[in-house]
């Protein structure tokens, strides 16, 4: 296994054997030809394509759930060891930060509510969740379900919160007014499954926030842009967020569709955030006139965010 390690680039190139191929679009199961877009190994070739449907972008392969598993075991947690906790602050915001942008998003979301119910869907520790809670000034109770690996959970500090973590859906009850998926459905092999289940757990009038890296346009000017396959197997900009209301659920209708939220905090790493920021700001202009649109015309932004609401 061979690891290129830095903070960009996290690849591990991998042989036949720990390999499937996506028979279907992983995305919305369309079984029509789709347009190879790009290419993340060579031998053997593992190619992205694009779905002529929902215009998601996937490998043409998956790592073996097996082989999954144990590059999350060794690689990923390695790849974070590695770094000391300066290095990481500057790399990753803080989950107070990103809270309040969500929260921005949404104004007096949960005011009504005595109990408000949030689902992080790859939400870590549930740090994020929390902090949004916190943000949430209406409600007498918050409940939040975390899925993600791992038994880590930040401590809810007062009764009003209770926090519990689950390794799937299968095991969460009820339905939620918030659902996050940041930074986890390009993780996720069966994305057509997780993301008709997590639709299903909205309540009438829930929301649900997503984010996942778009880099394909940037990659297809600078090829030598790390996709980070295996852990990686979807990239999803704009055309297929914008999508989602025909393709998964028509009773979702699109709240907020932009580039996503620079991840860098401007006070840690003042240049990085500027760079990245400009890259944003054409297609921020764009989308914020024209939140429905289902294209870009400068789609350079490397990651892409939405808010839906289930209509009742
Ligand atoms: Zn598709």
Sequence with gaps: ??????LQKISVELDSDDLMKFEKCPACGSELPKKNVGEVQSNPTISLLKCSVCKAVSTSHHAKPEYLRKYYDEVFSKFYADFNEEELNVTFSNPQR??????????GVGSNSKTFRLLDFGGGDGALALAFSSLLDGPEKLEIDVIDYGDDLVSAGSDRFVI???????????????????????????????????????KPEGH???????????????????????????????DFWNRVPDVFCGKLDIVH????????????NWYRYLIAASMKLPANIEFFFHKRKKFAIWPYVGGWETMYVLSK
Excluded: C
């Design 1 to 6: 296994m061979k690891v290129q390690q830095s």
């Design 98 to 107: 990103f809270a309040k942008h969500i929260f921005n998003i949404l104004p």
């Design 164 to 202: 519990t973590k689950h390794e799937s859906t299968d095991t969460v009850d009820g339905k939620y007014d918030l659902i996050i998926a940041s930074a986890s459905l390009e993780h996720v092999i069966d994305l057509r499954t997780a993301m008709n289940d997590l639709i299903g757990l909205l």
């Design 208 to 238: 649900f926030y997503v984010r996942t890296p778009y880099i394909v346009p940037l990659k297809r000017v600078v090829p030598a842009i790390d996709f980070s396959f295996p852990a990686h197997m979807h990239d999803l900009g704009v």
């Design 257 to 268: 569709s932009s580039p996503s939220i620079v991840e860098i905090d401007w006070r840690t």
